[in-house]
């Protein structure tokens, strides 16, 4: 069942009841709201409204007001996709215009009737794992998936996805705009815009899919991270499905059946983890590193020494393991591997600029400049020999797999 509310119309629905959202307590002395007259459609329209209008406060300050635009004119749609006495499990998404490229805010939620009202989380946060476990709505694989508490997190200094370009490996597609926002120029700077190839969009890592809208299909994966991917055409309809890394989610297309704008057929796809849109600079996906531009749209991304901006192609190369890098000679060439951990060992050959190497294990050695900057880490491949950490892009800030 879908449920739309205006913005207005929920304000005056929580002033008159005054509803109890995600564990926020009523006034001791007042009585609890009976969960029949609050429907869970309302809370959860509310909660998505307080969010949009936090992040809009957030960056009242820039040029740009249109994140601020969504939310004074959305409306919510909220889908109940499953319901069972005290349980309710759903989408909710906060609907924009089409006369700007502003994205539509969606969520998967969780909620449970306690203490006279309804307690609502939404995918990525804390509460939200904590529900799913006692959940009868949800099934075997969505616990395991929404459960898991990621070992390591960019606060890491760690950028592993283990994901692949959201197209087929072996493809080339184009870059049609750099990392920007997924509502467009706010940050972070979350998302890409592909196009071309035979135009399949795939799931970029394995993981369970939801159908937001009609276009837009979110992958909830390991790790706290989770994917986007609207505009599509022809687009599965989903409620929790298993995929494998690179399972058909749709066609690029031009559908803004929640809102935005596009401008030639395309894939937005967005990086999320946790709950909220994080940059995508500095992730390795399809072993291509991204990095921002100067402003929206631009920046590009990296595989060894080659770049690609705006406009260019990226190759799908497929993805990086969460053991393995990119040889990065700093201007092409090869890089030297020794057979041990400093330039005072000798030479056991050479890895060319754009390879992909498997690390065994780390140690300080010598201390050396790359593009990233200036480590004594060096890498034990898995034939032995070494290599410092100055040429490797592996998207961690550390050993690779371990201490040696």
């Not at 994205?103 to 509460?127: C, L, M, S």
């Not at 406009?311 to 090869?334: C, H, I, K, M, R």
């Not at 050396?368 to 070494?386: F, V």
């Not at 490797?392 to 050993?399: D, H, M, R």
């Amino acid at each position: 069942m879908v449920h739309t509310r205006r913005w207005a119309g929920i304000a005056t629905a929580l002033l008159a009841t005054e509803l109890l959202v995600a564990g926020t307590a009523a006034h001791a002395a007042e009585p609890t709201p009976d969960p029949v007259r609050v429907s869970v459609e309302d809370a959860v329209a509310a909660k998505l409204r307080g969010q949009v209008q936090a992040s809009a406060a957030e960056h009242a300050e820039r040029a740009d007001s249109s994140e601020a635009e969504h939310a004074e004119s959305s409306e919510t749609r909220v889908t109940v996709t499953r319901k069972n006495g005290t349980w309710a499990f759903g989408t909710a998404v906060a609907v924009t215009g089409h006369e700007k490229d502003v994205h539509p805010t969606g969520a998967i939620f969780i909620a449970r009737a306690e203490a006279g009202t309804w307690r609502v989380n939404f995918d990525g946060e804390a509460g939200f794992s904590e529900l799913a476990a006692e959940s009868p709505l949800v099934n075997k694989q969505e616990k395991a998936t929404f459960t898991r508490t990621p070992g390591t997190m960019q606060a890491g200094g760690d950028y592993r996805t283990g994901m692949a370009l959201p197209f087929a490996v072996g493809q080339t597609w184009t870059l049609t705009s750099g990392p920007h926002g997924w509502g467009g120029y706010e940050a972070p700077y979350s998302s890409i815009d592909l196009a071309g190839g035979d135009q399949v969009v795939r799931a970029a890592r394995a993981g369970t899919a939801y159908t937001m809208c009609t276009g837009w299909i979110r992958v909830i994966h390991d790790r706290g991270y989770s994917t986007d991917y609207y505009h599509l055409w022809s687009s599965i309809s989903v409620n929790g499905a298993a995929v494998g890394q690179g399972a058909y989610l749709g066609y690029t297309g031009t559908d803004v059946t929640c809102g935005g704008a596009a401008y030639g057929r395309h894939v937005h796809f967005g990086l999320r983890q946790n709950s909220a849109y994080v940059g995508i600079a500095g992730h390795s996906i399809g072993k291509w590193e991204f990095a921002n531009g100067a402003a929206a749209y631009q920046g590009g991304a990296r595989h060894g020494s080659a770049w690609a901006g705006a406009g260019a192609g990226l190759y799908n190369y497929g993805a990086l393991g969460f053991n393995q890098a990119v040889v990065d000679a700093n201007g092409g060439g090869s890089v030297n591997k020794r057979s041990g951990p400093g330039t005072g060992y000798a030479v056991r050959g050479s890895v060319g600029d754009g390879a992909t190497v498997t690390v065994s294990c780390s140690a300080n050695g010598t201390s050396h400049a790359g593009r990233y900057g200036t480590t004594a880490l060096w890498n034990r491949l898995s034939d032995g020999t070494w290599v410092s950490d100055a040429y490797l892009a592996s998207g961690v800030n550390g050993p690779i797999n371990g201490w040696c």
